[in-house]
Each structure stands twice: as structure tokens, then as C-alpha cells.
């Protein structure tokens, strides 16, 4: 079978981290070029391919057949409607885009032209989020009735990631608290019907929308609530901010007593080598 070419649109982290997987680790696909971003060169160089003017040459190339989309989160829309018109498949790098309305714009073009859209939600695929899945899953803890996540990404520098602190791509919470919204509806098996949100500012960090607490309810009964901070809540710990974790702890009703009832899981998260998980919801 021919290997499928893949182009990359952005240069960024995970332009890089995809750049890699394609290299060393995936079979029946191979990286044809880079375009977009000011690290294009350097990832390109790296890898040996190609580093192109713009992605619309990346996207006419004959040689390529799938694109992945790891630009600012308010590119995506005409970018994947770009190649859905030339007939490419897309891997597209959360957050899917900046409102669902161009969401949806971009499933409608997908759709038209035949070719498959897949969004990345990497955390279904990494050790920790799967085996909170397993559990519920299995029923270990009896019926979940309560989780609790918690996400912190706190640092002190956006060189690398400037375009973040434009208001246009959504600040903070779309860009990772989108992690745990895909997380929510994975685990609860079912989709929110009331939500409640705020938003706050702990520091002079420049994020936009820098900490925000969020509760769920869902069609199912689950209630989910989520703390999502990239900001010190303490000038004085500045030193100990450059981080990020995430954790969730659930309560179910196997126990009246909170402290038996409670499973908690934690992490940086780690890719496990398992099969693919479902995608439903």
C-alpha cells in the first residue's frame, strides 16, 4: 500500500510533536511539508522536508493527501475549508475553532467534498484519562454522580506561543480548557444540559481569560465541576508556577461515605499503547 503524504499546517509544539510521530512512529504515512508559523523552517530542516511560502501551496501539492491544522485556533475554519475544497482529508488540532457556527462551516465543507475531518482530542488516548474511563466503564465505583476536575497551566512566558494573548483565538480556557470539556462529555456518556461559568483574574499575568470555574450538568444526572487556571494565585509563588497538571476526582454511589466513594486520578498525562478509544460522545 503507498504511504499517504502528509502536509502540516503550523510549526508550533504540536506541529512538532505530529512531525515526530509521523517519523518515527507511524506506518502507512510520511510527512511531505511544513507551511505556516516562523519556526516552518526549523521543524521542516529537522524532519527533511520542505518548508513552503504558503498553505496553499501545501494544500495543491499532489503529493499530499492529508493535512494536519496546528495553527491558531481562528485559522482553522478557512484553512480546512481550503484543503476540503482540494479534496484533503484533515487532522485538525484542538480547539475545532473559536464558535460553532464556523464549526460548522467546516463539517458542511468536509461533508461536500467527501473527505474525512478528525479532531484531536489527545487525552482519550493517554493512560490516566483512560483508565478514569475504565472504571466508570466497568461499573467499579458503582454510578458516578459527581466529578471534579481540576486543570493548571501557569507560565510565565508566551514568547513561543504569542498569538495565544490575541482575544481572537479564545485566551485560555478554549485553548486547554478544552481538554477537560471533551473529558466531561467521554466520561458522562452523554451531553451537557445546563452549564454555568465565571471568570476571574488571580494575577498580572497577560492570558486571556485566565482562571475560570465551571459547572456541568448532564442529560444523564452527572454534575461536573471544573477549575481552570493559568494564573498565581500568589505573586509569592511565582517561582513554582511553571506548570502543568490536571486532576479529576469523582464521587459515586457506591458509598454514603465521601472518602470510600472517591477515586482520584492525576497527572501530566501519558500516551498508553492500548487500541483507540471510543469517540462517542
Not at 226 to 235: E, F, K, N, V, Y
Not at 249 to 265: E, I, N, P, V
Request: proline share 4%; net charge positive.
Amino acid at each position: 500500500m503507498t504511504d499517504l503524504g502528509i502536509g502540516i499546517i503550523g510549526a508550533g509544539y504540536m506541529a512538532r510533536t505530529f512531525a515526530e510521530c509521523l517519523a518515527k512512529y507511524t506506518q502507512g504515512g510520511r510527512l511531505r511539508a511544513v507551511a505556516g508559523g516562523t519556526r516552518a523552517p526549523a521543524t521542516a530542516a529537522e524532519f527533511d522536508v520542505p518548508a513552503l511560502g504558503s498553505v496553499e501551496e501545501l494544500i495543491e501539492r499532489r503529493d499530499v493527501d492529508v493535512v494536519i491544522v496546528t495553527s491558531p485556533h481562528a485559522d482553522h475554519r478557512d484553512q480546512v475549508i481550503t484543503a476540503a475544497r482540494a479534496h484533503k482529508h484533515v487532522f485538525l488540532e484542538k480547539p475545532m475553532e473559536v464558535s460553532v457556527a464556523r464549526c460548522d462551516e467546516m463539517i458542511q465543507a468536509c461533508d461536500r467534498a467527501g473527505v474525512t475531518l478528525c479532531l484531536a482530542h489527545v487525552l482519550r488516548w493517554r493512560g490516566s484519562p483512560r483508565r478514569g474511563k475504565e472504571v466508570i466503564d466497568a461499573g467499579r465505583i458503582g454510578r458516578v454522580q459527581i466529578i471534579d476536575f481540576t486543570w493548571r497551566d501557569v507560565r510565565r512566558s508566551t514568547e513561543e506561543k504569542a498569538w495565544i494573548l490575541d482575544p481572537v483565538h479564545g485566551g485560555f480556557l478554549l485553548d486547554a480548557g478544552v481538554h477537560v470539556f471533551d473529558l466531561m462529555r467521554w466520561y458522562a456518556a452523554a451531553d451537557a444540559s445546563r452549564v454555568f461559568a465565571t471568570i476571574t483574574r488571580f494575577s498580572d499575568t497577560p492570558t486571556i481569560a485566565p482562571t475560570a470555574m465551571v459547572h456541568v450538568q448532564f442529560a444523564n444526572g452527572l454534575w461536573v465541576s471544573s477549575a481552570a487556571a493559568s494564573s498565581c494565585l500568589r505573586r509569592a509563588f511565582a517561582s513554582r508556577c511553571n506548570v502543568s497538571r490536571w486532576s479529576a476526582r469523582m464521587a459515586s454511589s457506591r458509598s454514603t461515605r465521601m472518602g470510600k466513594s472517591t477515586r482520584r486520578l492525576a497527572g501530566h498525562g501519558r500516551r498508553s499503547g492500548s487500541s483507540p478509544p471510543s469517540t462517542s460522545p
